[in-house]
């Protein structure tokens, strides 16, 4: 078995309290073990791709596709003894056993990676190099003993990976981004780009998304804020989604949509589709990058135009990164409610920033102050998600934009995440409070048939 040595007092990463500031510094993904390959276990993966190779001169790769597992692995079987008869080593029966298996993997499917792509606790596959695999479970990063033989067996992986999508990642193209068949998110970078070896990004798609009702057992949200999450969804207000990298942004976008009413048609628009709408009525449109020759590509902005000849009642577009956000606010503006984005951003208030920049970067001529008041009246609502120190994703804030004063949008914090100091385990503790303040959307949500109790927005509990 290979040694695991957890690190030192000093060297784990430093918890910190959330309420420090109000933007997310403290999204730190603690790490866990640093498991070493024994030597017998260096030997073994010797033997692996020494047999891969081997059967890769025996077989008639054309004739794998025609197989069925079983029979595969019955032909492997019985090439192995044979191959193995060069080595020097015996093996027990469960060795040999994960020998045909992992020689399987490499041969049918993504190799090492085979085993933690159906590890279904893992929701990250980060590799650093061939030496270096990071997984994320339960929000918490780890390193794996997933070892690749060298870069060129994984850059071979890589290949893979990027050409069952029709897309190839070399020198001149060292970056790309790709899907696994499952819907699983990758984006590949390798040399001269990657310095230290190619470097493997997998977000794994969930079988079982994540909804609402998990989000609340999961003490993402709790029950009273998850209610007037849906009122704002059915009353079909327009939402902002905020927060960092692995947030939990998607995941809340995806939960938030299941209760769009399904008589009502949806575009979704995503660089990368990853959103499971429930709904039969979904548009699904994916943008396209540019192919070698740098022609061909297709950007957000594009199809959240188009998407508007598409009869659509509400736009959900997956990430605002750049012009497109001008044309999501318009729709927003011009009778699409209830549409819905994320962006990437610290804060509510820093979401609205990054949105007014994304605004000068659509090359329209607009001052600052029209922009501003273009996203006041397009957004009703900032949902601030992070995922803190302890590996905990929550929703931070809830706020509401209520218009504007001279320069300034104004908004209003209807709920927040309050920590209160840290456990001797590293989980932050804390509840969630209402601010006291009766959000302006009640109107619209008596309007739509919807009567949320006020004293949901009672100040003096805490909640969750
Ligand atoms: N509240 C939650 N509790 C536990 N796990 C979660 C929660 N929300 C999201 N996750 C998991 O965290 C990972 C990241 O979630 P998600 O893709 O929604 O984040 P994101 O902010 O959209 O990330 P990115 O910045 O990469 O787009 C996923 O594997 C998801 O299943
Ligand atoms: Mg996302």
Redesign the pocket.
């Known amino acids: 078995m290979w040694k695991v040595t957890k690190k030192t007092e000093e060297e784990q990463p430093e918890v910190v309290a959330p309420e420090a500031t109000e933007s997310d510094a403290s999204e730190v993904t603690p790490v866990a073990l640093y498991p070493q390959p024994t030597e017998r276990e260096e030997r073994m993966l010797e033997i692996k791709m020494a047999i891969h190779q081997g059967l890769l001169d025996k077989i008639n790769l054309a004739m794998l596709d025609k197989l069925a597992p079983a029979q595969i692995k019955s032909e492997i079987s019985a090439l192995v003894p044979e191959l193995l008869s060069s080595f020097d080593q015996p093996l027990n029966r469960e060795e040999r056993e994960t020998l045909i298996n992992d020689v399987m993997d490499e041969l049918l499917g993504l190799g090492p990676l085979e085993p933690l792509l159906k590890d279904e606790t893992i929701?990250?596959i980060l590799v650093n190099g061939s030496n270096t695999v990071f997984v994320?479970r339960?929000?918490v990063l780890e390193r794996v003993k997933t070892r690749f033989q060298d870069e060129k067996h994984l850059m071979r992986i890589i290949q893979k990976i990027v050409s069952a999508v029709g897309r190839r990642i070399d020198e001149s193209s060292p970056f790309v981004d790709a899907r696994l068949a499952d819907g699983s998110?990758v984006n590949a970078i390798v040399a001269p780009l990657a310095i230290d070896g190619s470097l493997l990004s997998i977000?794994?798609f969930?079988k079982i998304p994540?909804d609402l009702k998990?989000?609340v057992a999961?003490g993402?949200?709790p029950q009273q804020m998850a209610t007037v999450l849906e009122a704002i969804v059915r009353s079909r207000r327009n939402v902002l989604i905020s927060?960092?990298?692995?947030?939990?942004?998607?995941?809340?976008?995806?939960a938030m949509s299941s209760f769009i009413d399904e008589r009502e048609r949806i575009v979704t628009i995503e660089d990368s589709a990853?959103l499971q709408l429930q709904q039969s009525h979904v548009a699904r449109l994916e943008t396209r990058p540019a192919n070698i020759e740098g022609r061909g590509e297709v950007t957000q902005r594009e199809l959240v135009k188009n998407a508007l000849r598409m009869r659509p009642d509400r736009i959900i577009v997956?990430?605002v990164r750049t012009g497109e956000a001008f044309d999501m606010l318009q729709a927003m503006n011009t009778g699409h409610d209830g549409s819905m984005t994320?962006v990437?951003a610290n804060s509510a208030r820093d979401a609205l920033s990054r949105v007014e920049q994304m605004i000068g970067m659509a090359g329209i001529d607009i001052s600052p102050k029209s922009a501003r008041a273009q996203i006041a009246s397009a957004i009703n609502v900032v949902l601030q998600?992070t995922?803190l120190a302890d590996g905990?994703?929550?929703v931070r804030s809830l706020s509401e934009l209520t218009g504007m004063e001279g320069d300034t949008i104004t908004m209003q914090e209807i709920f927040r995440f309050k920590s209160t100091g840290v456990a001797d385990d590293g989980e932050i503790l804390g509840h969630f409070e209402a601010t006291g303040i009766r959000p302006k959307f009640l109107q619209t949500a008596t309007e739509f048939g919807i009567d949320l109790p006020s004293d949901l927005f009672r100040p003096d509990t805490k909640i969750g």
């Open positions: 929701t990250d994320e339960a929000g998110r977000r794994k969930a994540i998990k989000l999961l993402s949200v927060g960092g990298t692995g947030s939990g942004k998607t995941t809340m976008l995806n990853e997956g990430e994320t990437h998600v995922r905990k994703r929550r």
